[in-house]
């Protein structure tokens, strides 16, 4: 479903390349959880995956099509969920929704059912029509979640999806991630939260200044370095990482 | 004092990227000396219109100090920067002191609301100061130069300019401290604040055209020294009503003990209200910055049932996110709809019994507008108008990527061609041009009194005149927007793009003027090129749309987050 091919991007004045020659394949019904310190080069590589970065080098393919040349296309099968909350505060979250839905050409029928599915699920039906600006840190991450889910993308990008989320909802994100990969599609996601990607994700890459030192399921993680827990993993093989993000 | 330092250090490098241009400077990388040069470019094309103005004060100063009026000058001078410095800086310090990215964080730091409201009001303070130099200077040094004065003059024009410049931002924050506690509790302040905006500026521009209106009639010299002489009590009276422009004036016209006695209480003016401002920000400020982020939430219950949607086109989506962002975000929604307010009164303004009617200028300009008996011209000269007017300061198409700031990476993610996204932004851009004009046209018919046909004609030519103009605004914002902002006010109002943006209009439009001015003189008749210029009004919506998507390809996919 994804697969990133020798993948190099370096920041203008950076001294290093914030992610250097990746190479990794996520298949389809796959849930993919992405570790790494601070600064390993996560959102970098998350932001290339999407289209937000252009790669310097190699290729990002998703559902056997290349970002580059079939942008659009490639585009309506991800719904991406960033990891600040940038939205569009001036706006209600209805309209926000709506924009969304409108971007990705989500017939109005399948938009009704999909805003009232989520928002309820999400428990924020009650405040769509207050501007996104009065919303709260997690409120604003349930309605990106929701806006990044409308057209029912086979992909799901996820850049720390949990974050501001209270335990009610972040169960059910959890819930809706495992269905959808159940479903045959695919989530990638980056997180810090090192028990929700030992219960939940299928396979874990782990990422170390922009390179992919590991990857694989927990218990090739576990067997490779004959850790008990994947913290344990995370620490051993990220130890001594220089965070400089 | 020492967390002032350190903080009005890190507002200064962050405001003005300070930090960047040295090093960038050091690397001599050809990123900043574009920038340098393109800043030379500004300064050159600035110090055209500051050499206008000078000659103005030249002429100005040696009619008044012949008549020995010279304090006039003085009270022009100072006047005019107070009164800018009042409006320009209440903008920057709403816009810096509560409206910055930072003002939450700000509020979190170990740093007392008096030491954050003095590191921000100093820096709006240097701003303003820096502003109105090519403002004031002037007025002091040909004041000066005819009045033969010494070094002590220029001593005390140094304190009494440093003091003009503080007192109209300190009364300005002794209003907004109170004013913006107090308005946090409006559910529509976003709304008041953009009416209040508009209410205000007609108020300063009735004022202002009050002035205009007696001073044209006065370019004769012996009328203007008439004039001045007969209001010199009204003089006394505003200088009175308004105490340091009083002090001011009598500090720089008086000598010996009178005039150092002028200054001090001038000095102490200053130092009083600023410790009463940094007693009340001490007590006020940081409520208010809270209370901005404070919002009324009714979290009304959706009906589902009675819900309705509709699926937009991508440009259309566009049109209609922008379109809400601006009506609703205060600085662009003053900004946009102040000109419509200024051009409709312009053009209002020859009605009988305005304040305006008996000038001169305009007078003249109708006069020769009923004098043309020929429809077709004056058709055409209405469409140069209103093109001009719509597009000259469209701050919708200069700036309209730059709105987008930290959004924009929803630019790159969506599935929504580059080329549709600066389309949905041209559209509104056209939208907001066509809108002025067609408010013009109406204004024009009542004001001008012009017959229905005529501005109907030239107002329909108008329409694609504004294209090219717009795209070519919108194209060079989307090729190199200002995305790095911390508040909107920054967005638009320290956009170079803008000012580029002005230079494109005037360019395109003195060019069809001539145009047109060649075609009459080789006997075109009016009415063949009034159709002419349709004609290439329309191949030149065609080839600047096309350069706009060409723009939107490269700009789009060059700008990275």
């Given at each position: 479903m994804l697969s990133i091919e020798n993948v190099r991007k370096k920041y203008a004045?950076?001294?290093?390349?914030?992610?250097?020659?990746l190479s990794m394949d996520v298949r389809a019904g796959e849930l993919f959880g992405f570790l790494g310190p601070n600064g390993a080069g996560k959102t970098t590589t998350i932001k290339m995956i999407v289209g937000i970065l252009t790669p310097d080098a190699g290729t990002i393919t998703i559902d056997g099509r290349p970002m580059r040349g079939n942008a659009i296309d490639v585009k309506r099968k991800i719904g991406y969920v960033p990891d600040a909350q940038d939205s569009y505060d001036r706006l209600t979250g209805m309209e926000y929704l709506n924009f969304m839905a409108d971007v990705y050409g989500v017939s109005p029928e399948s938009r009704a059912q999909q805003i009232e599915r989520y928002t309820k699920l999400f428990e924020i039906d009650g405040a769509l029509r207050e501007p996104v600006r009065s919303y709260s840190r997690g409120m604003k991450q349930k309605l990106t979640i929701t806006g990044a889910l409308l057209h029912k993308p086979r992909l799901w990008v996820l850049d720390e999806p949990m974050v501001g989320l209270d335990p009610h909802s972040a169960h059910v994100l959890k819930q809706e991630m495992r269905a959808h990969c159940d479903a045959g599609n695919t989530v990638f996601f980056s997180t810090h939260v090192l028990d929700v990607a030992e219960r939940l994700c299928d396979r874990i890459g782990i990422l170390r200044q922009g390179k992919l030192i590991a990857q694989g399921t927990l218990e090739q993680l576990r067997s490779d370095e004959r850790g008990a827990s994947l913290e344990q993993v995370f620490l051993e093989l990220t130890d001594g990482a220089d965070g400089e993000e | 004092m020492q967390k002032y330092g350190i903080l009005f250090k890190e507002q200064l490098c962050q405001r003005f990227g300070l930090v960047a241009w040295k090093s960038e400077l050091r690397s001599a990388s050809p990123g900043a000396l574009k920038r340098l040069l393109v800043a030379l470019l500004v300064v050159i094309s600035l110090a055209a219109a500051e050499g206008f103005y000078v000659w103005f004060i030249h002429w100005f100063a040696r009619t008044l100090i012949s008549a020995r009026l010279g304090g006039a000058l003085l009270f022009f001078g100072l006047f005019a920067t107070m009164l800018s410095t009042l409006v320009m800086g209440t903008v920057m310090l709403l816009s810096v002191l509560y409206f910055n990215r930072d003002a939450e964080a700000l509020v979190a730091l170990p740093i007392s609301p008096r030491t954050v409201f003095a590191v921000k009001t100093s820096l709006v303070y240097l701003g303003e100061c820096a502003v109105s130099i090519p403002l004031i200077w002037p007025v002091f040094i040909i004041y000066g130069i005819f009045e033969r004065v010494g070094a002590i003059f220029y001593i005390k024009s140094i304190i009494v300019w440093l003091c003009a410049m503080s007192l109209p931002l300190l009364l300005s924050s002794l209003v907004t401290l109170p004013l913006m506690r107090w308005s946090a509790l409006w559910k529509r302040r976003d709304m008041i604040a953009v009416v209040g905006g508009i209410v205000l500026l007609m108020l300063y521009m009735a004022g202002q055209m009050w002035l205009t209106s007696r001073i044209a009639n006065m370019i004769d010299a012996s009328l203007l020294i008439s004039f001045i002489m007969g209001k010199l009590n009204l003089f006394n009276r505003i200088a009175r009503i308004i105490p340091p422009l009083g002090l001011s004036m009598n500090a720089l016209t008086q000598t010996g003990a009178g005039a150092w006695g002028n200054l001090a209480a001038l000095i102490g003016l200053s130092a009083l209200l600023f410790a009463i401002a940094l007693r009340l920000s001490d007590r006020i400020y940081q409520a208010g910055v809270i209370a901005q982020m404070e919002s009324h939430q009714t979290h009304r219950a959706i009906s589902w049932n009675r819900v309705r949607f509709v699926l937009r086109s991508p440009r259309m989506t566009i049109f209609f996110r922008d379109l809400r962002i601006l009506l609703r975000t205060p600085i662009y929604a003053l900004n946009s709809l102040a000109l419509m307010v200024v051009y409709s009164i312009i053009l209002l303004?020859?009605?009988?019994?305005?304040?305006?009617?008996?000038d001169p200028e305009m007078e003249s300009m109708v006069k020769f507008l009923y004098s043309l008996t020929d429809r077709w011209t004056v058709a055409l000269i209405l469409a140069g108008v209103f093109a001009l007017l719509s597009t000259s300061a469209n701050l919708v198409a200069s700036t309209a990527q730059s709105r987008e700031g930290k959004q924009f990476f929803w630019a790159r993610v969506v599935p929504v061609t580059y080329e549709s996204q600066a389309e949905g932004k041209l559209l509104l851009s056209l939208a907001y041009a066509w809108l002025i004009s067609l408010l013009m046209a109406i204004c024009g018919l009542v004001g001008l009194k012009l017959s229905l046909a005529t501005v109907a004609m030239g107002f329909c030519l108008s329409v694609p005149l504004a294209v090219p103009s717009c795209a070519l605004q919108l194209s060079v914002d989307i090729l190199k927007?200002?995305?790095?902002?911390?508040?909107?006010t920054e967005a638009v109002k320290q956009n170079m793009n803008m000012l580029i943006g002005m230079l494109i209009c005037a360019a395109y439009i003195t060019l069809m003027t001539l145009i047109c001015i060649l075609c009459i003189r080789w006997g075109v008749r009016a009415s063949l090129l009034y159709a002419m210029i349709w004609v290439v009004a329309i191949a030149l919506c065609v080839g600047s749309t096309t350069l706009l998507r060409k723009a939107a390809r490269i700009g789009y996919a060059r700008v990275e987050t």
């Open positions: 004045k950076a001294s290093r390349d914030a992610v250097d020659d | 303004l020859p009605l009988s019994g305005s304040l305006m009617a008996s927007p200002k995305l790095n902002w911390s508040n909107p």
